[in-house]
């Protein structure tokens, strides 16, 4: 057995165990055909993946406060892992309560080019001008603090 069919069969096996054929398959640029692993494996880089993304570019800038938060009754309401929106928490999630949900933003000044993604609001009794940011444990928000900063607003 050459390595391409070694190669092919661990992805053929690793797919059935994760239920994930093709998502696998494009993952690792195997050939994917109905479902079923073509036995040639494409080790090489992808064009498609390899084509870079047009720039995100910014419609506005805005100054802005900027803490943090977790997902604590303390700090939340009572589905503390559900945002406003209706998804989970997860890393990138903002809470601001002047954009619309979906609104793509970057805090250049703290995070260079990460893209944040406003799905949660804040209590009603914080600024429009007011941007809180999701952490996975309540100690490292503590740890982030309150800070200035201008916030980019990124063309949807």
């Given at each position: 057995?050459?390595?391409?069919?070694?190669?092919?069969?661990?992805?053929?096996?690793?797919?059935?165990?994760?239920?994930?054929?093709?998502?696998?398959?494009?993952?690792?640029?195997?050939?994917?055909?109905?479902?079923?692993?073509?036995?040639?494996?494409?080790?090489?880089?992808?064009?498609?993946l390899n084509?870079?993304?047009?720039?995100?570019?910014?419609?506005?800038?805005?100054?802005?406060?900027?803490?943090?938060?977790?997902?604590?009754?303390?700090?939340?309401d009572d589905?503390?892992?559900?945002?406003?929106?209706?998804?989970?928490?997860?890393?990138?999630?903002?809470?601001?309560?002047?954009?619309?949900?979906?609104?793509?933003?970057?805090?250049?000044?703290?995070?260079?080019?990460?893209?944040?993604?406003?799905?949660?609001?804040?209590?009603?009794?914080?600024?429009?001008?007011?941007?809180?940011?999701?952490?996975?444990?309540?100690?490292?928000?503590?740890?982030?603090?309150?800070?200035?900063?201008?916030?980019?607003?990124?063309?949807?």
């Amino acid at each position: 057995m050459n390595i391409n069919m070694s190669i092919a069969k661990t992805i053929k096996t690793a797919a059935k165990l994760l239920n994930t054929p093709v998502l696998i398959g494009i993952m690792l640029g195997v050939s994917v055909i109905g479902g079923a692993f073509s036995p040639t494996v494409n080790i090489g880089p992808s064009p498609e993946l390899n084509t870079p993304l047009p720039a995100e570019k910014a419609v506005k800038t805005i100054k802005v406060i900027v803490t943090a938060y977790s997902s604590t009754p303390d700090q939340t309401d009572d589905t503390p892992f559900i945002t406003a929106s209706g998804k989970y928490v997860r890393d990138g999630i903002v809470a601001n309560n002047m954009l619309p949900m979906g609104t793509k933003i970057k805090i250049p000044e703290l995070y260079g080019e990460k893209i944040f993604v406003v799905e949660d609001r804040m209590n009603r009794r914080k600024s429009n001008y007011h941007v809180d940011i999701w952490f996975p444990e309540k100690q490292l928000a503590v740890n982030f603090g309150v800070k200035t900063a201008e916030i980019e607003v990124i063309e949807n």
